[in-house]
Structures are given as structure tokens and as C-alpha cells.
């Protein structure tokens, strides 16, 4: 008997999508159809874990019953495997003392800020989240990120689909499947059924978003530990549960390692909130990335066909070498050059400004900056999620010739000169200044006093930065000399 409740009569002119929906659940799981197993791995169901597969299978009715177009990318679906993630890895919600530390923390930390930086501190709120509240505050932004690839995938998924089903003949390989009517043929079926695997790729793309998101959750340390304004409001946001990991065999005090933790993230809040052009220009670089980003079709099938579908970790691993195609766009590259700047040079102000203003505070700053850039140097938070989502490979190469480069303006100039640097995309520094740090010191410094440089500014402003608009695609990004 169905399980499916009956809704009225059925209408024999239309298919009856609850023997759809029980074919497709048969599917998912089914040994008797290898090759539409085999298919359906193509999507990453192979790659499920159990509570993900439960989830999937709890939407199954919904893709079936669901009419009209469907987002690219299943954000609700994405934000319940990230807070199932967390909470298998184990996650809790954070006391009263731990939400006190943190504030405590965040106070002390914008005091020392103040003496080091004539930026000031933005009037958001202060958070001390669990892995779950950091999922759910920074999921928006993390599908905002992710669509323009997500649509390149559900288009190639259902293709890569269409060429499985092709494959089948219209006799005994489909009369086992359940709710097959009599002598349809693949092609036929497939017309029927191409709008619910759209949304089944979204739904699995949520999937695939949210454990990359989740696993994410359970490492960083702050809200914008990843190098990008995730934090709506500019929040200054610390999860205690992963300072305290963060801490463990460092050999210094949590009360520290949270005062300078809190010091890079109350920077890095200070930042994004005063440089208005650097969320926008970070954001419009990974999506200019994952826009043009070409889904490797053919190779996805060429795997399909060459491995066992049986083997899951040679599933997952051919895959993942296989969904993107391996040779960046012009504008990739483009993109790609302008993300790394930009996230080297936050980073890199951020590294210089939390030594300066805890050199004199903290027992162990050295030691703590230097564990933050070991974690950064084995991919990172940031390197790990857009590897998995978008196939985009950061590294942290130019961190350190990012923070040389501020330390020896500020050394020729002052904070002032340093934080004067981001006052517009065309005065800040662009790739080809990070092979000569020295060399942008002093074209920076010869443009004359405060008084001067803001005259030039104000002359630039005026005339409205024609290049933003012009030359969106120059390797150094929109509005690069």
C-alpha cells in the first residue's frame, strides 16, 4: 500500500506522481538498476552521509509535488544538513559566562584597537555564537556566494542525466522500475521527469553546500575567519567552543588566546565596516569566479563510465577531479588574482594591526599569530569551503608580503598613511605591488602630505572613477590602475 495519502481522484490523462515519487525513492537506493545508480551518483548521492540521506528523503515528495521554477541552490536544505553537521560533531549552546568572556574580550580588544588605528569601531552588535547560530547568521551570505555556480551544476546534472537515461533501452531494463508505465521509453520518461531533477540537483547541491559549510562550523573561530563579511551588520562574532580547540597544546592561557582572537576579528569588523568598496569588490570576485565557472559534462560521464559504482571513495574521488573543467577562464583568472589580493591584504592588515596592538598587552602574541598562520598555511578555513564548493583554490602565499608591505608604509608614513591606503580601490595595493612592496611604499608616500593626498582623492571621487565601470576584468579587479 502507498504511503502516499490520497488527494482526489487521479487523472489518468496525467502521469501519477506518487508512482513517480516511489520510483525515485526505489532509485536512490535500488541494486537492481546499476545503471541508474550509477547515475544518480553522478549528483553526489554517493557522497551522503545517513542523516543527510534522510534528509534527502524527506524532501522527496516535495520535488515531485513542487510546480514552477526552483532556485539553483536549496538554502533551506543546506542550512539543516550544516546544523545536523555540527551536531554530530557535537555543538551546545553558549552559557551566560562564555557570552560574558566573549563581550569582555571584545571590549578590551576595541580599546587596543583604538590606540593603533584612526579607524573607528562600528556600532555592531557582539555575539558569541555556537556552530549552529554561525551557520544560520551566515548562511545568506554563503548563497549569495554559491548560486552562480550552482545553476552551471544543476544544468549539467540534469544533462549528465539525460545522457544515463539515453543509454537504457525501453524493454526489460525499465519495466522493474516501480511506476513505470507499460512500454515508456527513456526519452519520454526523462521529458517527464527533467523539472523535478532540477530540483533535485538543487536539493543536492544544498546538500553538498551545507556539509562543506558545516565542516567549516566546527574550525573557525570567528565570524569573518574565512576572510570574507559573512556577519550581517558587522557583528563581531567568536565561538568559544572552537577557541577553546583552537587553544588546546599552544601552551598559553584561553584567557589570551581569546583577547587576541577577538583583537583580529574586532580588526577585520573594523575594517569591512569603514573600507565601503572591499565587501562588494570581495563578493563580486568569488561570484565572478563561480559565474563562469564550465562544468565539466563529458568528464562527468567518462568517470561514470570508468569506475565502480559500488567502490563510494572511487565515486567521490573521480568526481571531484572531474566536475570542474581544469583550465580557468580569462576572467577566472582575472577574478581569481583579485580575491587573492584582496583577501591577502585584509589579512595582512589585520596580522599587522592585532602585533600592534597586542605586542605590548599579551604575553605570547608572536606565538599566536603564528598559529594562525599555520592553520592558514594548510589550505585554511577559506581554502577548504571553496575548494568544495566552487572548485577555487586559494593560498595563502601572499599573506606575508601583504603584512610586509603595510608594515613598511606604516613605517614610512605612520597608521595614518597605512589605514589611508584603503580610503579607494585605485589607492590600494594590487598584485603586482605585493612583488614590490617597497616600490608601492614610496609612489604611495610621494603623493604628498594628508592635506595633498586628499585633494587627490576628492579630484578622483569627483570625477567618478570612470575605470570602475570600464575595465571590470583588469587583472588587478574593477577600478585598478
Do not use: C
Request: no cysteine; glycine share 8%.
Amino acid at each position: 500500500m502507498s504511503d502516499h495519502p490520497q488527494q482526489g481522484p487521479a487523472n489518468p490523462d496525467e502521469p501519477d506522481e506518487p508512482d513517480f515519487a516511489e520510483m525515485l525513492a526505489s532509485l536512490l537506493g535500488s541494486a537492481d538498476n546499476p545503471e541508474l545508480t550509477q547515475a544518480l551518483a553522478a549528483m553526489g548521492i554517493d557522497k551522503l552521509d545517513p542523516a543527510s540521506m534522510a534528509i534527502m528523503g524527506a524532501q522527496l515528495k516535495s520535488m515531485f509535488s513542487a510546480g514552477g521554477d526552483t532556485d539553483p541552490f536549496n538554502v533551506e536544505l543546506a542550512n539543516d544538513v550544516a546544523r545536523k553537521s555540527v551536531a554530530a560533531e557535537g555543538d551546545s549552546v553558549v552559557g551566560a559566562v562564555a557570552r560574558r568572556e566573549v563581550e569582555q574580550a571584545v571590549e578590551v580588544a576595541n580599546l587596543w584597537i583604538d590606540a593603533v588605528t584612526d579607524l573607528p569601531a562600528p556600532a555592531g552588535a557582539v555575539h558569541a555564537w555556537s556552530r549552529a547560530e554561525w551557520v544560520d547568521q551566515t548562511m545568506p551570505m554563503w548563497r549569495e556566494l554559491v548560486e552562480p555556480v550552482a545553476a552551471g551544476v544543476s544544468t549539467a546534472v540534469v544533462a549528465a542525466m539525460r545522457s544515463q537515461m539515453g543509454q537504457l533501452g525501453s524493454g526489460q531494463d525499465l519495466a522493474s522500475i516501480p511506476g513505470m508505465p507499460a512500454g515508456m521509453d527513456p526519452g519520454a520518461l526523462m521529458g517527464q521527469v527533467e523539472p523535478m531533477l532540477a530540483r533535485m540537483s538543487a536539493a543536492m547541491f544544498g546538500v553538498q553546500v551545507g556539509q562543506a559549510v558545516g565542516a567549516l562550523a566546527g574550525t573557525l573561530v570567528s565570524g569573518t575567519d574565512v576572510g570574507l563579511p559573512l556577519v550581517a551588520g558587522h557583528g563581531i562574532a567568536l565561538l568559544p567552543a572552537n577557541i577553546a580547540a583552537f587553544a588546546e597544546g599552544l601552551e598559553v592561557d584561553l584567557a589570551e588566546v581569546r583577547l587576541y582572537l577577538a583583537v583580529r576579528e574586532a580588526a577585520r569588523v573594523r575594517l569591512f565596516a569603514e573600507v565601503p568598496w572591499l565587501a562588494p569588490q570581495l563578493v563580486a570576485a568569488v561570484q565572478a569566479y563561480a559565474r563562469d565557472i564550465s562544468i565539466d559534462t563529458e568528464g562527468i560521464e567518462s568517470a561514470l563510465q570508468s569506475i565502480d559504482p559500488s567502490d563510494p571513495e572511487a565515486m567521490q574521488s573521480a568526481l571531484s577531479n572531474s566536475l570542474f573543467t581544469p583550465e580557468p577562464s580569462v576572467a577566472q583568472r582575472s577574478a581569481l588574482v583579485q580575491l587573492e589580493t584582496h583577501l591577502a591584504l585584509v589579512e595582512g592588515w589585520v596580522a599587522v594591526v592585532a602585533d600592534r596592538a597586542t605586542s605590548k598587552q599579551l604575553p605570547h602574541p608572536a606565538a599566536l599569530d603564528e598559529a594562525v598562520r599555520r592553520q592558514r598555511a594548510s589550505a585554511g578555513p577559506a581554502g577548504q569551503v571553496f575548494s568544495q564548493l566552487v572548485g577555487l583554490e586559494l593560498h595563502p602565499r601572499r599573506l606575508r608580503d601583504a603584512a610586509n608591505l603595510w608594515a613598511a608604509l606604516e613605517s614610512r608614513g605612520g597608521a595614518t598613511a597605512r589605514d589611508s591606503a584603503w580610503a579607494h580601490p585605485d589607492l590600494a595595493p594590487t598584485a603586482t605591488d605585493l612583488d614590490d612592496p617597497l616600490g608601492y611604499v614610496d609612489r604611495f608616500v610621494s603623493r604628498g602630505t594628508r592635506d595633498e593626498m586628499d585633494d587627490a582623492l576628492d579630484a578622483l571621487l569627483s570625477e567618478g572613477s570612470p575605470r570602475d565601470e570600464d575595465h571590470p576584468d583588469d587583472e588587478g579587479g574593477p577600478g585598478r590602475p
